[in-house]
T-cell receptor, first 112, second 108 residues
Framework: DADVTQTPRNRITKTGKRIMLECSQT?????MYWYRQDPGLGLQLIYY???????NKGEISDGYSVSRQAQAKFSLSLESAIPNQTALYFC???????????FGPGTRLTVL | AQRVTQPEKLLSVFKGAPVELKCNYS??????LFWYVQYSRQRLQLLLR??SRESIKGFTADLNKGETSFHLKKPFAQEEDSAMYYC??????????FGQGTRLTINP
């Protein structure tokens, strides 16, 4: 089945460390998104990409960067992790702008 | 600015009772609205969208432009409806803005 996968699923790291979260999809979708989920705040958009050459900042991009290595891969990096980046991170894909978004299983990141 | 407000973080109802999850939005253009659901240990998934006007798992949602609302309703709650529900707005920048979410618990 076509799917959206995220690695790692869980990660504990220390303040100041660089960390990369990876997202891969076999759905053939051009559009990919990174969100973070915090209790009481819902999902906030970090970055999104409409194709390999098009990357856009979302609502909360400070402290994050992304790389769209191929249509199927979209990575999120924390250059120097800080404790308030502890959250659940989701990757999603969609075929068109307002079509259904398909979500990955999430990565739980803890920054100590 | 585009904004989605779900005023209830937690909602608890008894099985068989009606359910209404509230969603209000702020957007100057023509909105595209969605409800997403996350069941325990499952991925976030689309429940329904206003443009399709369909009923999924007994849930319906009507767009009220005058009240800028898109409340999710079900006449008779079932235990399997317990989940986290997110209302989302499609904005002019071709991305979704999500509300804070409502955790719905159906008591037996």
């Amino acid at each position: 089945d076509a799917d959206v996968t995220q690695t790692p699923r869980n990660r504990i790291t220390k303040t100041g460390k660089r960390i990369m979260l990876e997202c891969s999809q076999t759905k053939g979708h051009d559009r990919m998104y990174w969100y973070r989920q915090d209790p009481g705040l819902g999902l906030q958009l970090i970055y999104y990409s409409f194709d390999v050459k098009d990357i856009n900042k979302g609502e909360i991009s400070d402290g994050y960067s992304v790389s769209r290595q191929a249509q199927a891969k979209f990575s999120l990096s924390l250059e120097s992790a800080i404790p308030n980046q502890t959250a659940l991170y989701f990757c999603a894909t969609s075929e068109e702008a307002y079509n259904e978004q398909f979500f990955g299983p999430g990565t739980r990141l803890t920054v100590l | 600015a585009q904004r989605v407000t779900q005023p209830e973080k937690l909602l608890s109802v008894f099985k068989g009772a009606p359910v209404e999850l509230k969603c209000n939005y702020s957007y100057s253009g023509s909105p595209e609205l969605f409800w997403y659901v996350q069941y325990s240990r499952q991925r976030l998934q689309l429940l329904l969208r206003h443009i399709s006007r369909e009923s999924i798992k007994g849930f319906t949602a009507d767009l009220n432009k005058g009240e800028t609302s898109f409340h999710l309703k079900k006449p008779f709650a079932q235990e399997e409806d317990s989940a986290m529900y997110y209302c989302a707005l499609g904005s002019g920048a071709q991305k979704l803005v999500f509300g804070q979410g409502t955790r719905l618990t159906i008591n037996p």
